[in-house]
């Protein structure tokens, strides 16, 4: 494990790096495929969706699953000519539970039903679980989840505009979110799981999930990119590149934290219960959460960058950045900080435009040069350069 | 930075202590020390119902609903259910959680339109099988006290409105007791012979009269059979509430929906509550056609049934026509008896229908199975996350295991409280938000530590480094778990059912998660950080430089100095010495 941190470290100091931001185009294709695949699986295919949002009877319970389980039940329950009864579908789940699903039926049938599977299975009816769901409740509760849905967008919107008073935040980590929900809903079209009411409350937890990541990576873009325009060194690409390095192991590790516990629902969900809204609500979860990691590292910062990038102060600054840079690095992106950069002091003045540019000295860390900022709280450097803490020499290099 | 006040973590942990102390303290004097288990736990039925408006395209008031509440509680009590909860939830939907067996006819029972029906009374006679002899046989003798419903009234048949100071009546040009006493024993047999609705009249519900069949289903029928389905086109046996009186009574005259309003009062210059009722203009018209021909009846048989769900609440008589759409129904009304009678009206008035949107039943077996993997899954998400920590952060897994152990006291300790205090039940979904919680309060760590690391690596002393860590961890940490509980926000007041379940344990345990990061873990953290083992990165403690990726642990004896070239391998010991 000490080798992961010390890739943390070298993470961190720069010296080891993935250009995520500069192979944004290769990402960018890789989600917009999945999520074009989610689209066409999604309207080709469809949603399986559960009993729960067609409406329908469904009825649970406890037998010893035998090769005729699944006739025997099916005989036994279109025996009691329950009226408008369709075909009732039996599935065995493990070796001790059956499932029989039928079309909505009238409170006497479904007594009736129970009273068949009941004594097929050799238990007492109230043994027998049953859930009933009309044909309109799937249509409220969709409603209610796309509510939801739009409603936390919009505040999500505003939070993070607020928290990082930069409306380009919020969009980008909008699109993130979206994708996320897209390639999960996706995923589920194509592999065919089924929908019910537990997998739209795992997909609207992933919202959550997703967002948290993506505001630690951004919390450190912003902290690298404080005053940026300040220096000449680092274009904003640059800047958010680092941040996405020394936040990547942290984001590998709160991913794994967090899949941990919604594995486990999910296999003793299944291994315990077979089907049920444990299992429903961890699947959803576990593919939701591993796609917001990886659009937390690849797409939320690059969409980010991108769109900080439009801006005339953002772009005049690369033009600086790379006419220091002799013209070498003719990368349209940020490439990794080549270590030369280091040898620039930190400079005040630049045509400060966006982005608060109260903390010249803050510039992001990089090459072989562990700068030791120290991150006041406060931003009263109002533009002008400031004293950092500690003495050069104490810094180490 | 480094000048961490000496007392500031051990008065937080002792913050923490007392918080703990008190919430058990509670606990203990409530004597509540397990979790309010939702039925899909313990087995039972829960059935949502949507309550939809006939009148008004669909959309039900707050008022309404609350009135829909009221009538689905009266229709489960009635079923002798024990222990039922019937909530609202949303704007428009009903819960009702019944625990043990699947309940089919209660199921049944609840699922029924309210409607309201004004239908003409026949007979009364006691609910219960003991005097039914032949009902044509005593036309006068009929036993008094059994007959009256509940407002055990003395009528005085005086004619005068004013003058019927206890029994319930139309007033407004006429006064007449509720309470049928004396009166309905009056012609069971002899229907027939009252001229007083013209027979050829085969469409209108006032010419009905019983027949041998449905007198004798009447003779037949006690008030502890399941209740009739109430066709207002059919005549129809209904009980008053009490099952004290049985009533036989002719098809619905006047709809609730021909109502526009009920409200109980005193009137001005009385003394006595009454319930006044407002008729839309058809409604005002029926009524005036139905007290014509029922004041005509006669003593005793001028009475009307208020019939909803095709339960008999109250039974007025009439004295003569009212005219104008208005009356007024007097006797010896109490504010509540008064105001129940209103409200039945208005709440007949505007006919709300139920939608069975989904009912569960959940057995006994399944909920133990479903209650015991939740409890599994659990654990092992606990295990894995720290048995990972552990891996990954060595002595800082310490850290983990004490933050999770304290945010898992005071999580259980809230979920038992709440469920005492707002009758909060735990779910299997709400399980599910405790489990995916484990995650999010294990990210709070993993941020702070890594900030933390990220600051030595910067070339802080570890000491230092734990609180300016802290200072930059606690925004992110804060900013996160904003979005966190904004989302459990949302969840909670948008969704229905089982979702709220997960969404109030999500936002519980966030909140929870905030308290914990900033008085239990910071605060052990300052205070380890002050240990040789922690302050001084011993290998295990998952601040060794080593662990870090730096040469060695800066602000100790030597050069602070962070490994900076990949190829000098970080094995150097640390050196012991001051931070």
């Known amino acids: 494990m000490s080798k992961l941190g010390n890739i943390g470290a070298r993470l961190h100091r720069g010296e080891v790096s993935y250009d995520f931001i500069g192979h944004r185009k290769i990402w960018f294709g890789v989600s917009l495929a999945l999520v074009v695949v989610s689209l066409v699986g999604l309207f080709a295919r469809g949603l399986a969706l559960g009993i729960e949002f067609k409406g329908g009877v469904e009825y649970q319970a406890n037998v010893r699953v035998t090769d005729n389980s699944v006739a025997d039940f099916t005989d036994a329950v279109k025996a009691t000519n329950a009226q408008d009864l369709g075909d009732p579908v039996v599935t065995t789940i493990g070796t001790d539970k059956v499932r029989i699903q039928t079309r909505p039926l009238d409170q006497d049938d479904i007594a009736k039903v129970r009273t068949a599977i009941a004594t097929e299975a050799g238990v007492q009816p109230n043994q027998v679980s049953t859930s009933q769901i009309g044909a309109s409740w799937g249509d409220q509760i969709a409603h209610k989840a796309v509510l939801a849905l739009i409603v936390f967008l919009v505040l999500v919107f505003l939070v993070i505009w607020i928290y990082f008073r930069e409306p380009k935040a919020s969009a980008a980590a909008i699109i993130a979110l979206v994708h996320d929900v897209l390639i999960t809903v996706g995923v589920y079209a194509l592999i065919g799981f089924d929908v019910t009411p537990a997998t739209v409350i795992g997909v609207l937890t992933i919202l959550g999930y997703s967002l948290y990541d993506t505001v630690v990576v951004f919390d450190k873009v912003r902290e690298n990119t404080r005053g940026i325009t300040g220096s000449n060194r680092f274009t904003y690409s640059d800047a958010a590149n680092l941040a996405v390095n020394q936040t990547v192991v942290r984001s590998i590790n709160t991913t794994v934290i967090a899949l941990l516990p919604v594995g486990s629902i999910l296999v003793v969900g299944t291994a315990v219960l077979g089907t049920g809204p444990l299992k429903d609500l961890s699947l959803a979860l576990f593919i939701g959460i591993a796609v917001g990691a990886y659009s937390s590292v690849f797409i939320a910062p690059a969409l980010l960058a991108t769109f900080k990038e439009r801006e005339p102060g953002m772009q005049a600054l690369r033009r600086r950045v790379l006419a220091k840079r002799g013209g070498a690095v003719t990368n349209a992106s940020g490439m990794p900080v080549p270590a030369a950069a280091a040898a620039a002091t930190a400079g005040g003045g630049g045509t400060a435009v966006a982005e608060r540019p109260d903390r010249p000295q803050d510039r992001p860390r990089s090459g072989g040069t562990p700068v030791a900022s120290s991150r006041p709280k406060s931003s009263a450097a109002a533009g002008r350069p400031q004293p950092t803490r500690k003495p050069r020499s104490k810094r180490g290099k | 930075m480094a000048t961490t006040t000496t007392t500031r973590p051990g008065r937080l942990l002792i913050v923490l202590a007392v918080i703990l102390v008190l919430l058990f303290g509670i606990m203990g004097l409530t004597k509540s020390w397990g979790p309010k288990l939702g039925l899909?736990?313990?087995?039972?039925?829960?059935?949502?119902?949507?309550?939809?408006?006939?009148?008004?395209?669909?959309?039900?008031?707050?008022?309404?609903?609350?009135?829909?509440?009221?009538?689905i509680s009266q229709r489960v009590n009635g079923a002798g259910v024990g222990e039922a909860e019937i909530t609202t939830a949303g704007s428009n939907h009903i819960n009702v959680a019944v625990p043990g067996a699947s309940q089919d006819s209660l199921i049944k029972q609840v699922g029924q339109t309210a409607l309201l029906y004004f239908r003409v009374v026949y007979d009364a006679q006691a609910g219960t099988p003991v005097p039914t002899t032949t009902p044509s046989a005593q036309p006068t003798t009929t036993p008094k006290p059994s007959a009256t419903p509940k407002p055990s009234t003395t009528i005085k048949p005086s004619a005068t409105p004013s003058a019927t100071p206890k029994g319930r009546a139309w007033s407004s040009a006429l006064g007449k007791d509720a309470t049928p006493t004396p009166t309905p024993?009056?012609?069971?047999?002899?229907?027939?012979?009252?001229?007083?609705?013209?027979?050829a009249n085969n469409g209108d519900p006032l010419a009905w009269t019983p027949d041998a069949a449905s007198q004798e289903a009447?003779?037949?029928?006690?008030?502890?059979?399941?209740?009739?389905?109430?066709?207002?086109?059919?005549?129809?046996?209904?009980?008053?509430?009490?099952?004290?009186?049985?009533?036989?009574?002719?098809?619905?005259?006047?709809?609730?929906?021909?109502?526009?309003?009920?409200?109980?009062?005193?009137?001005?210059?009385?003394?006595?509550w009454q319930v006044n009722l407002n008729f839309n203009n058809e409604g005002g018209d029926k009524f005036l056609k139905a007290t014509t021909a029922i004041a005509q009846r006669g003593e005793g048989q001028n009475l009307f049934a208020i019939v909803?769900?095709?339960?008999?609440?109250?039974?007025?008589?009439?004295?003569?026509?009212?005219?104008?759409?208005?009356?007024?129904?007097?006797?010896?009304?109490?504010?509540?008896?008064?105001?129940?009678?209103?409200?039945?009206?208005?709440?007949?008035?505007?006919?709300?229908?139920?939608?069975?949107?989904?009912?569960?039943?959940?057995?006994?077996?399944?909920?133990?199975?479903?209650?015991?993997?939740?409890?599994?899954?659990?654990?092992?998400?606990l295990a894995l996350v720290i048995l990972f920590s552990f891996l990954y952060y060595r002595g800082l897994g310490i850290v983990v295991v004490a933050s999770l152990a304290v945010a898992a006291l005071l999580t259980y300790a809230s979920v038992v409280?709440?469920?005492?205090?707002?009758?909060?039940?735990?779910?299997?979904?709400?399980?599910?938000?405790?489990?995916?919680?484990?995650?999010?309060?294990?990210?709070?760590?993993?941020i702070y530590f890594e900030r933390l690391?990220?600051?030595?690596?910067?070339?802080?002393?570890?000491?230092?480094?734990?609180?300016?860590?802290?200072?930059?961890?606690?925004?992110?940490i804060i900013a996160a778990d904003s979005i966190s509980l904004l989302a459990a926000v949302v969840l909670y007041i948008l969704a229905v059912g089982g979702v709220k379940g997960f969404a109030f344990t999500l936002?519980?345990?966030?909140?929870?998660?905030?308290?914990?990061?900033?008085?239990?873990?910071?605060?052990?953290?300052?205070?380890?950080?002050?240990?040789?083992?922690?302050?001084?990165?011993?290998?295990?403690?998952?601040?060794?430089?080593?662990?870090?990726?730096?040469?060695?642990?800066?602000g100790q004896a030597g050069p602070a100095r962070p490994a900076t070239k990949k190829s000098r391998p970080s094995t150097r010991k640390p050196v012991g010495g001051e931070v």
């Open chain 2, 40 to 71: 899909d736990l313990r087995g039972g039925t829960t059935i949502t119902l949507t309550a939809k408006s006939l009148a008004g395209g669909g959309s039900v008031t707050a008022e309404q609903l609350a009135e829909a509440k009221n009538i």
């Open chain 2, 185 to 199: 024993s009056a012609q069971p047999s002899t229907p027939a012979a009252t001229p007083s609705t013209p027979a």
């Open chain 2, 218 to 272: 009447f003779a037949k029928y006690t008030c502890d059979q399941p209740a009739p389905v109430d066709d207002p086109d059919k005549p129809l046996i209904s009980c008053s509430r009490d099952k004290a009186t049985k009533y036989l009574l002719g098809p619905a005259i006047i709809k609730g929906t021909d109502l526009s309003g009920a409200s109980a009062g005193i009137p001005q210059g009385g003394f006595q």
């Open chain 2, 308 to 381: 909803l769900d095709g339960e008999t609440i109250s039974t007025p008589s009439v004295s003569g026509p009212i005219p104008g759409g208005q009356a007024q129904i007097t006797g010896t009304f109490t504010e509540a008896d008064a105001r129940d009678l209103a409200n039945v009206l208005k709440f007949g008035a505007l006919p709300v229908s139920f939608d069975i949107s989904s009912v569960e039943t959940i057995s006994p077996q399944l909920g133990g199975d479903q209650l015991s993997a939740g409890i599994m899954a659990g654990l092992i998400g």
């Open chain 2, 417 to 446: 409280l709440l469920g005492k205090a707002i009758g909060f039940t735990l779910t299997l979904a709400g399980i599910a938000g405790l489990i995916v919680a484990i995650g999010i309060t294990a990210d709070s760590f993993v």
């Open chain 2, 453 to 476: 690391r990220d600051e030595v690596r910067e070339g802080r002393s570890l000491r230092s480094s734990v609180e300016t860590g802290w200072a930059r961890a606690k925004h992110t």
């Open chain 2, 507 to 554: 936002g519980l345990t966030t909140l929870i998660d905030l308290l914990v990061v900033f008085i239990f873990t910071k605060p052990l953290v300052t205070l380890l950080a002050r240990t040789d083992f922690f302050g001084h990165g011993h290998k295990l403690s998952g601040l060794d430089p080593e662990h870090l990726g730096v040469e060695r642990l800066p």
